[in-house]
Every structure is written in structure tokens, then in C-alpha cells.
């Protein structure tokens, strides 16, 4: 066809072809402007499920607007063939160009592609076929998307087109081979195999035939990135990982989540890839050495291979006197507690020898503060003469002073504090910090920002300070984690690495060790599994605690990488430990607790327990007509728990839900006919992958799936409010949408008479509850009115006629969403209880509360 004319089209030149189409360069000689044509191949133009699908790429991509997508300008038809008119894109695609050789290109490129993808799903459509071949890069490095062939529509039918080629098969998502729902979570699985190729120089998952192929991409994990660019930050190894879920539902739910996490790596990101290594000899093959002439040079190899000959030798003795043996347990270590009549929380302290501990502990007031003991045994001092709360400590390596956080509910912010060891005045170290470690060689103190107060960048920040405050320097910042609410970091021995547990939008966490002098950063575990606190020992090994094997054990890992092995097997309930120097002592709080649902009247008087057991009743809510309870309980030990009812009295439980899902809250309809309750699987799992699910009460049937979300409240009893992102959804019992019940950052409900509307706002400066009047078509009538403010302790009845909260100590109020009158009505049940539900005709209070006991166990010669 090279040289025709084709409408006003004059073809110049052949630029590709093959299954989906043949194109060609050609000329618009009417606008004078280069274009390509894209003709259905020889043979298959009077086939009518091709020529469908070939209008439909035209259609899928007409629909879109965007710089990184290929534009088509037309559809034709001359001579009985059809065309597509499309940009012309000057470049290479990027099958050409893979690997890439720069960290920041590959970065570019990725967030280029997933703007194009973001831009397609917004429009309802799914590309499904993301491969290198059909994504081009122009000469400006600017990346087009093409070829949306197999492009599914929102509305339109599937596409019956398969693909049989391994080419096609490489990207395709389990869901997508096993014939299941392809969504844009499919495309999200292609482009993770795209950006793992792009990077790594070949597929992910690679099979010698198609059936090799599906199962590799069914059943086994891809190796690390990291394998082939030890300098991958592990950002980027967390989400090529992410995007490569086998499970939808553990992928990221969106492009634009990933987008996110793109656009932060690359303002880190200038750094060169190293390039993976190809062997491009020939099996067999000798490789020529070009002739070396002179005899000057000869003697200069002579002596270049002699001295290499040497150092080899010498590196080997080396090797062979200083290699590290692994570390291991001694099977001799022996476990003793310490007795301690205080009740001790948080994070205790050991020091340096092995001989003192610190810690925070209540005294019989539930007062808070720190307690210094001798490890030998004797009676707790008390170091300071404040109470507040205190979570965590640290002994200086002189064995001179603590350091310590506390935090103020007036400010709502943590601090730093130092206080001589015999105890004293103390001085502030800084205004904004918690969980403070003394560096080893004692001339610094480090402390998180970021973990519950809020930091200057947004994310989780190490700092530093001399003793006496000064010198303040930001050691780094933790571009992933955002507020976790508990956090952990340790020094290392000599100093100049700091390792600390980062956390993950959707739950998972991970032990990351960075060299503060170079700024590398290393993984060092990645199983997706709850973890907490770390500790650097001396013999470099990385102490942490995680519930791995089913409950909370301690654990340990090579500071250099490797399998992490257990250090208590089965003990359980560790909070959080702490080792000597000479690694002679080992120091962990063992805790028990249980929460129990009790009932008081409306002032918090005639408090009545109504459950027993070694278990966690965390979540509860009252029947409408008074007579039963539904609740969520765990049983200590199990990361599972489940929804049950019981009678008013607390007899005659019976569980409603099994199985593996977490049941998270729970609410009944105003009827009663219905509980609805928010389930999700493992941590590993996405917060926005949160379900909830109808169940009948007394009328045994398995429970209904609804939607996705959380689960706010029933507005009726045919409508569900349900919480998703930064939105409020309705949805009738049927599960069919009933649309948005408020603006965005807003979660909203209407008052059982429907003439109020009651919403939380997350906006800045407008944060708490809030009511407003409506009309009868849901608009805003007058000017809303504030509450409550954001961070209390709060329940309303199914009717939202008044709201009950805690104000600051004990003191429990209602205030009235009509009028906003307020009034004191009585006294918290106790410290440790919490406001879980308050009954329809506001006469009775049900609480939660904790019943804790901790033990701090000292073991003697953990190591061999």
C-alpha cells in the first residue's frame, strides 16, 4: 500500500503490524500534517467480531483527552476497508528502550502511563491489554498509551477477543486468564508487570509455553526487584509488590492510589540503575582478548596480576578469621519475673549493664509516671513528681539521666522530657516528639515526630538533640508513613544507622534500616505481617515483636538481611522489650488484658458487668427495643473476632459470624429485623477494601454482602449509610445505590425525623460534629451548628435525637441536635471504660472496659 492514496491520506511507510492491526505513516494531504492508519490485517476486514472491536478501540479512545494517550482524529472507510486515523507518534515503543538505565526515567514513565490509565478508568473504561508493545515514548520522553482494542466500555459487552500469543498472556492478571471480573484493578496488575519489566530488563513471571506461563502467573511470587537493583528504594519495591497482588482485593483499589506513591519516589529519585546484567556470549564461545603489544605493558599485567593474586589471598585469610557466625539462642537461657505491684504501660527501659529499669506505671489512682527498679529486685522509686500520661523511656548509657515523652491532653501533643536518674526537676527537650532513645554514645537522644502529633512534612520524622536541647537535626523522614499512631526506632551500636518500623496506607508494615551517612536504605522484612518496636542488640542482630506465629512473640534478623527466627515461642502477649549491651540481659513486659461490656443508667450510676472471660468485647450496640445486645468479641490470644447477640442481662449468647473476616462495628436496623456490620480480612489487606454485610438476628441465614465501605449508621430502615474514602453512600438493603449523602471530607446521617442532618467534618478548622436543618429535598436550610468537637469520646441512640460525650477527665454531657442545648448529666464509669452505645429512650449507657495485668520477665543469657 506504500506510495497509495487512500481518501486524502498518501501512505509513506510501514510501521508495524501483527494480530490487532497493520499501521502505516501516512500524510493528511487536506490539513498537511503527518498521521498514522491503522488497518484491520489482510483478510479479517469482513470478519464482524473483528471489525466490532475494531470500531470499539476507535470509540474507547475518541472518548479520552489526554496528553499521554494516543488521539484518534477519525474513522474512515475507502474501498470497502475500514481505518482508523490517529497521531502520529515520532519515537520507539517501549519494548524498545527496556531497560530503562535511569531510576527517575522509569519513575517518569510510570507516572506518565498511570495518568493515562487514571484518565481511562475515570471514563469507565478498562484498557486490558497494558503491555511495553502498546505503550510509545516520543522523542520529547513523553509516553502514549495505544491500542485499545480489547478496551472494555462501561455498558458495552465484553469483548469476545482472547489472545493466545505468551506476549499478550505475560501481562494478563490472574482474573483476567481464569476468565473472572476484570475491572480496572486488572489494568493496575498489567501495569505492575509492566513497571517490574521496565525496570528489571525482563517479566515478572515467565514461562517457556503458555501453560508454564498461567501457572507462574497463578501461583508464584515474582523475585525481588531488588535482586537485580540492590539500590531499589524500597518504596518502589512496595509498590511494583503491590500492584503484582494475585488477590484484587490486596491490589491497589485505584490507579490514582498508585499514582500517589509514584509521584512521592520521584522527587527522590535522580539516582543512575544499575544495569541488570545480560550474558550475551555464545555457550561454547571464547571470547577474544585483543594482542597486547610492548613489553612494558606486558610486565605492567604481570605485576597487576601478581598484586591481585595477593589481595585475594589476604582478603581470603581475613574472610575466613572475621566471618560472623550465625547468631543463636542459648538453649541455657533462664526466665525470671520481676515483681512489681504497679501496673506498668508503655515502653520500659533497661540500661546499658543490665542492672536498672525504667518504666511508666500506674499507682492505685490510675495516675501516671516513671518508676526507676533495680533488676536484682527491691521496691519501684518514683523519678518524677508529674502525672500524665507517659508511654515510653529511656535510660541515658551513664546511667544519669532519663528521657522520657509525655503527653498533654490540653495541647493534644507529646513532648520530650529528661530528668536527672535519681529523680529531680525535669527540662524539656522538645516540644513535639515522642519515644526518645539515647544514642550509644550517649551525646544524643533521638525522638519520632509524626506518630500521633503532627509533623511538619506530613509524614513520620526521626530527630535528634543534644541532651541539654540543642542542636536539634532532622535525621530523616519516612516519605510512606503518615500518623501510624504507634511507631518504633532504634540506633544502631556504633551509631550511624537508624532502623524503625514504617507503616503503610493499608496496614501493613515492614523493619527498614537507612545509613545515615549515605542515606541507603535497606528492607529487612516484607511478609506483610503486624510488627512492632525495634531493637539493635551488639551483636547486630535487630530484636522485634510481631504476631507471626498467632500471638505477639518476640522475634529476631540479621541488622544485614535474612529469615527472621523466634526468640519466646508461644509465650504471647509481649508488649515490648528492651537488651543490655553485653547482651547478658533481656527485658520484656508480658501483658494480659480483657474488656468486658458493661451497663449503667444515663449518669453512669448502677454499673452492672454483663461479660465474663478470658475475652475482648470491644464493639457493642443496643437492640431498639432495649431487650438484646449485639457485640463484637475476640478471643485474647486470636487476632479474629466475630458478631454476637445476648440478652439485655448479658445470658443467653449465642455468635452470629464465623469464618476468617474480622468483624470491625455493628449497628441495628430501626426495625430490628437487621444488623449490619463492617468486616475485612488480615492487616495485609486495603482500608478501603473494608465490606459490610446484612445479617438476621434470629432468623439464622448466612450474612448478606452489601457493599464495599464502612459501615456509618442506617439512615431508615431500608437505607444504609456507609462510609467510603472521603465520602457518605447510601445504599438500600437490596444493596442497590442510593446516592451521596454529603459533600466530600464530610461524613454525614439525617435525625430519625429527617428534617436535621447530622455530619462530621474532617475539613481544617471546621473539625467535629455538626447539625444543619434540610428541607425535604436534603438542601441546607440556615447555618450549621457545632456539637461536639473531634476527638471525643462519643454515642448517639438509632433516632440521633442527642449526642452523649465524654469532655475532658470524667465529666459525660448530651447535647440535643435540634436545639444544641447542652448539659452535664453524671460521671464516666472509670478511666479505663469507654462510651460505646447509648440506649433509644436515653436511659442507659453501655461501656466497654479494659481490665489489664502486665509482669515484666528478665532473661539471663539469651544468646550463646
Not at 29 to 46: D, I, M, N, W
Request: glycine share 8%; net charge neutral.
Amino acid at each position: 500500500m506504500i506510495g497509495q492514496t487512500v481518501s486524502h491520506y498518501k501512505i509513506l511507510k510501514k510501521l508495524g503490524g501483527g494480530g490487532m492491526g497493520v499501521v502505516y505513516r501516512a500524510e493528511d494531504l487536506t490539513l498537511t500534517r503527518s498521521v498514522a492508519l491503522k488497518f484491520l490485517p489482510h483478510g479479517l476486514e469482513a470478519d464482524e467480531p473483528e471489525r466490532a472491536r475494531f470500531l470499539q478501540e476507535a470509540r474507547a479512545a475518541a472518548i479520552l483527552n489526554h496528553p499521554n494517550i494516543c488521539t484518534i482524529h477519525e474513522t474512515a472507510e475507502a474501498d470497502g476497508q475500514q481505518f482508523i486515523v490517529m497521531e502520529y507518534v515520532d519515537g520507539k515503543t517501549l519494548r524498545d528502550i527496556i531497560p530503562v538505565k535511569m531510576l527517575q526515567d522509569g519513575i517518569t514513565y510510570a507516572i506518565q502511563i498511570a495518568e493515562a490509565l487514571q484518565e481511562a478508568h475515570t471514563h469507565g473504561i478498562v484498557h486490558r491489554d497494558i503491555k511495553a508493545e502498546n505503550i510509545m515514548v516520543n522523542t520529547k520522553n513523553q509516553v502514549k498509551v495505544m491500542d485499545f482494542g480489547l478496551a472494555k466500555l462501561k455498558g458495552s459487552l465484553k469483548s469476545t477477543k482472547t489472545s493466545s500469543t505468551v506476549g499478550t498472556l505475560a501481562y494478563m492478571a490472574p482474573e483476567q486468564i481464569q476468565s473472572g471480573e476484570v475491572d480496572a484493578r486488572s489494568d493496575i496488575f498489567s501495569f505492575g508487570v509492566v513497571l517490574y519489566e521496565m525496570l528489571a530488563g525482563h517479566l515478572p513471571f515467565r514461562g517457556e509455553h503458555e501453560a508454564a506461563m498461567m501457572y507462574s502467573i497463578l501461583n508464584e511470587e515474582p523475585a525481588s526487584l531488588q535482586t537485580y537493583l540492590p539500590d531499589a528504594p524500597s518504596e518502589l519495591l512496595h509498590t511494583v509488590n503491590r500492584a503484582l497482588e494475585k488477590n484484587p482485593e490486596e491490589r491497589y483499589q485505584t490507579v490514582h492510589d498508585m499514582l500517589i506513591d509514584l509521584r512521592r519516589m520521584k522527587k527522590d529519585s535522580s539516582r543512575v540503575l544499575r544495569q541488570p546484567h545480560y550474558d550475551t556470549s555464545v555457550p561454547g564461545t571464547t571470547v577474544p582478548i585483543p594482542a597486547v603489544e610492548g613489553k612494558k605493558s606486558w610486565k605492567r599485567r604481570l605485576w597487576v596480576g601478581t598484586a591481585t593474586v595477593a589481595i585475594l589471598c589476604v582478603t581470603s585469610i581475613l574472610f575466613l578469621l572475621l566471618r560472623t557466625h550465625p547468631v543463636r539462642l542459648n538453649p541455657n537461657r533462664t526466665t525470671a519475673t520481676l515483681r512489681t505491684t504497679l501496673e506498668v504501660t508503655g515502653y520500659p527501659s533497661l540500661s546499658m549493664d543490665g542492672r536498672w529499669l525504667a518504666f511508666c506505671a500506674q499507682d492505685e489512682e490510675l495516675r501516671s509516671t516513671i518508676y526507676l527498679m533495680n533488676t536484682a529486685g527491691g521496691k519501684p522509686i518514683q523519678v518524677t513528681d508529674e502525672y500524665g500520661h507517659k508511654y515510653s523511656v529511656a535510660i541515658s548509657p551513664d546511667v544519669s539521666q532519663i528521657a522520657y515523652d509525655c503527653y498533654s491532653e490540653m495541647n493534644n501533643i507529646s513532648e520530650v522530657r529528661v530528668a536527672p536518674f535519681q529523680g529531680g526537676g525535669t527540662r524539656t527537650l522538645a516540644d513535639t516528639g515522642s519515644f526518645p532513645k539515647w544514642r550509644p554514645d550517649g551525646q544524643r537522644i533521638g525522638y519520632m515526630r509524626g506518630v500521633s502529633d503532627p509533623s511538619s512534612s506530613g509524614k513520620l520524622e526521626i530527630w535528634s538533640a543534644r541532651p541539654d536541647g540543642t542542636d536539634r537535626h532532622l535525621e530523616l523522614i519516612d516519605t510512606v508513613t503518615s500518623r501510624p499512631g504507634q511507631a518504633s526506632f532504634c540506633w544502631s551500636p556504633d551509631g550511624g544507622s537508624i532502623a524503625w518500623v514504617r507503616s503503610h496506607p493499608e496496614g501493613t508494615r515492614e523493619v527498614m534500616v537507612r545509613e545515615l551517612g549515605t542515606g541507603k536504605e535497606q528492607q529487612l522484612i516484607s511478609d506483610r505481617k503486624a510488627i512492632d518496636e525495634v531493637n539493635w542488640a551488639t551483636n547486630n542482630v535487630i530484636l522485634f515483636r510481631s504476631p507471626r506465629s498467632g500471638v505477639w512473640d518476640l522475634w529476631m534478623i540479621s541488622a544485614g538481611g535474612g529469615e527472621a527466627t523466634p526468640v519466646t515461642h508461644g509465650v504471647g502477649d509481649i508488649v515490648t522489650s528492651s537488651i543490655s549491651s553485653d547482651l547478658s540481659t533481656l527485658l520484656y513486659v508480658q501483658s494480659h488484658s480483657t474488656t468486658h461490656i458493661w451497663i449503667s443508667v444515663l449518669d453512669g450510676g448502677n454499673a452492672l458487668q454483663i461479660t465474663s472471660g478470658d475475652l475482648s468485647t470491644f464493639y457493642g450496640k443496643f437492640a431498639p427495643d432495649g431487650n438484646h445486645i449485639a457485640y463484637v468479641v475476640e478471643e485474647v490470644g486470636r487476632s479474629k473476632s466475630n458478631l454476637s447477640i445476648m440478652d439485655h442481662d448479658g445470658k443467653n449468647q449465642k455468635q452470629l459470624t464465623s469464618g476468617t473476616d474480622n468483624v470491625r462495628e455493628c449497628i441495628w436496623s430501626p426495625d430490628g429485623k437487621w444488623i449490619a456490620y463492617s468486616s475485612s480480612s488480615a492487616s495485609r489487606e486495603p482500608a478501603d477494601s473494608s465490606r459490610v454485610y446484612l445479617i438476621s438476628p434470629f432468623n439464622p441465614s448466612p450474612p448478606r454482602l452489601l457493599c464495599k465501605g464502612r459501615l456509618f449508621g442506617w439512615i431508615d430502615s431500608e437505607t444504609i449509610a456507609v462510609s467510603s474514602g472521603a465520602k457518605t453512600l447510601q445504599y438500600s438493603v437490596n444493596g442497590e445505590a442510593a446516592g451521596q449523602s454529603s459533600q466530600d471530607s464530610t461524613f454525614a446521617i439525617p435525625v430519625r425525623d429527617k428534617k436535621r442532618l447530622l455530619f462530621f467534618d474532617f475539613r481544617k478548622g471546621h473539625e467535629g460534629w455538626w447539625s444543619v436543618s434540610i428541607d425535604g429535598q436534603g438542601r441546607q436550610k440556615g447555618d450549621a451548628r457545632k456539637l461536639a468537637p473531634s476527638g471525643v469520646n462519643l454515642v448517639a441512640p438509632l433516632d440521633r435525637r442527642f449526642l452523649v460525650y465524654r469532655k475532658q477527665g470524667d465529666e459525660i454531657w448530651r447535647v440535643w441536635t435540634d436545639t444544641g442545648k447542652e448539659e452535664r448529666i453524671g460521671k464516666a464509669l472509670a478511666a479505663t471504660a469507654f462510651m460505646i452505645d447509648v440506649s433509644m429512650e436515653g436511659k442507659e449507657i453501655l461501656w466497654v472496659k479494659s481490665d489489664n495485668r502486665s509482669k515484666l520477665v528478665l532473661v539471663k543469657n539469651l544468646f550463646e
